[in-house]
């Protein structure tokens, strides 16, 4: 898959489940409880044990179903970027920008969305052929940021992660959001092993992202 159409499947599922976990059996299920709810975009952090395994099971486990799109996060340098690329990883995403990393994610086509907090550091981002940038941390920045970023940038793809919950998603797609980033909002009864109960928020997420697409029509 090139990367125009791993940025066009982001962009159409809108939610991006950031998945952490104690344990790669623990992130793997609750990103397969984020699939089963309809969530497809997948964002497994490098803070989780092995994290490299879980990506690469996953990515064979739903190579059929064009939709899934498994990306690595938490991703700080070029050699963990290159990890997750070699492992299967269909995007990166990081809490900061890093030029070589940025480069590293150019010359394997896959897209690298960093963090960013200034008008500066979306435009530098941008500079290194990030598509989609990470407004991070979102309950930091508020969603008047994304309004004031595409001011001067409106042509400026804009995720928020952190903050982001099912009561207020709304607003950050109404502030200009092309995507948001949910954590544990979204994957939190995990770590009670209840991943039913993601599958049963994810789901949530899902109806709510559709209900928002159709009223924009």
């Not at 809490?95 to 394997?108: G, K, Q, R, V």
């Not at 690298?112 to 941390?137: D, H, L, R, S």
Request: proline share 4%; hydrophobic share 45%.
């Amino acid at each position: 898959m090139i990367k125009s159409e791993v940025l066009t499947e982001i962009k159409k599922a809108g939610i991006v489940a950031v998945i952490r976990g104690e344990s790669k059996e623990e992130a793997y299920q609750t990103a397969a409880a984020c699939i089963k709810g309809g969530i497809k975009a997948i964002e497994l952090t490098f803070t989780v044990p092995e994290v490299d395994e879980v990506i690469s099971r996953l990515k064979n486990e739903y190579s059929n179903d064009l939709e899934v799109m498994i990306g690595a996060g938490t991703v700080l340098d070029v050699f963990t970027a290159r990890i997750a690329i070699m492992s299967g990883a269909r995007f990166i995403v990081s809490p900061s920008f890093d030029t070589d990393t940025a480069l590293l994610c150019n010359e394997y086509q896959v897209p690298y969305m960093p963090g960013c907090m200034t008008v500066t550091e979306v435009q530098t981002a941008m500079k290194y052929g990030a598509e989609i940038v990470k407004a991070f941390p979102g309950d930091v920045l508020g969603k008047a940021f994304i309004k004031s970023i595409k001011a001067p940038l409106p042509q400026a793809n804009v995720m928020p992660t952190g903050g982001v919950s099912l009561e207020n998603m709304h607003e950050w797609f109404d502030a200009g959001a092309v995507a948001v980033g949910a954590g544990s909002n979204l994957t939190g009864d995990a770590t009670t092993g209840d991943f039913e109960a993601v599958t049963k928020k994810a789901a949530a997420y899902y109806n709510e992202r559709l209900r928002l697409k159709n009223n924009m029509k």
